[in-house]
């Protein structure tokens, strides 16, 4: 086995049996091209064991984020079906190493969309948004990487919770949000946080899929990054986030039982069409 196949093996063990491993790049000696590479050898494993590809995830798309992290370039992630979490819906604290969410706005496509394209072309093939929660999960030891570890690592990407899906033809670039975690608003912003506007971020997925080869597809989701700092979850936890206009999305942390053989996962839920 390559070297690249070894080290996705390895961060997609560490997922599925939610165990931590040591970072797999400290001293920056791979170069982005082979972060990506690993992250997309992992992501075949869970194709391979029957989960979908359904969109793309973006990271540090705002300050909050890149200042939280310590890292100021712009990643981004494949995000599968086992990823979806129902809106409103348990999820199994025992499938996550150290998870943590955070408040973000979700695309989803009608039409294909590749390459360079202006906000309005972008915005064009959008049927619908909505609000969204990110749980990251990086698979290192106390949630610390480089670049490339954290792009080889899938961009921490562990799950997404997607609210009502609505019209995409209105102002989305300055839309007041709170993330409340059991009734507390534990971070306040806006979406104008993503990169200035989240169409920004649609354009940028656009660019880096079609530069990779995959370029965005109709129904493929696209989550346009964090707006705030993500914050720590833990069992019991009731998370949400309520957005102007848009409205709000959640879901419960149970604490599951502990998995000594790796994860089992339930088969994939079914993200409801816009
Ligand atoms: C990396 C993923 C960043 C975002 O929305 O900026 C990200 C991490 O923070 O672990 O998902
Ligand atoms: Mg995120």
């Known amino acids: 086995m390559n070297r690249t196949n070894e080290l996705a093996m390895l961060l997609d063990a560490a997922a599925r049996d ?33 989960e979908r590809r359904v969109g793309v995830k973006m990271g540090f798309t705002s300050r909050a984020k890149m200042t939280q992290m310590g890292i100021s370039d712009l990643i981004w992630g494949r995000l599968t079906s086992d990823m979806h979490v129902e809106e409103g819906a348990p999820i199994d604290f025992s499938r996550f190493v150290h998870p943590r969410v955070e408040p973000e706005i979700a695309f989803v496509l009608g039409k294909p969309l590749a390459g360079k394209v202006s906000a309005a072309e972008a915005l064009a093939c959008v ?117 102007e206009r848009l409205g709000s999305a959640g879901f419960q942390v149970q604490p599951g039982q502990p998995r000594p053989g790796g994860a089992q996962r339930g088969p994939c839920s079914q993200r409801s069409t816009p």
């Open 127 to 243: 049927e619908a948004v909505a609000p969204a929660l990110e749980i990251i999960d990086s698979r290192y030891r106390d949630f610390k990487f480089s670049l490339t570890d954290v792009v080889a690592d899938n961009a921490s990407s562990s799950g997404f919770a997607i609210g009502p899906w609505c019209d995409p033809r209105q102002d989305l670039g300055n839309l007041g949000l709170t993330m409340n975690i059991d009734g507390r608003a534990v971070q306040v912003g806006s979406t104008a946080a993503i990169l200035g506007h989240p169409l920004r971020s649609l354009v940028a997925a656009a660019r880096l899929a079609a530069e990779a080869g995959e370029p965005l597809q109709p129904g493929w989701v696209v989550m346009a990054g964090g707006a705030t700092p993500a914050e720590w979850i833990k069992p019991g936890n009731a998370v949400s986030i309520e957005m």
């Open 18 to 50: 939610a165990r931590p491993v040591a970072q797999i790049d400290p001293d920056q000696r791979l170069t982005l091209n082979d972060a990506y590479a690993i992250q997309k050898a992992s992501i075949e494993q869970r194709l391979l064991r029957g």
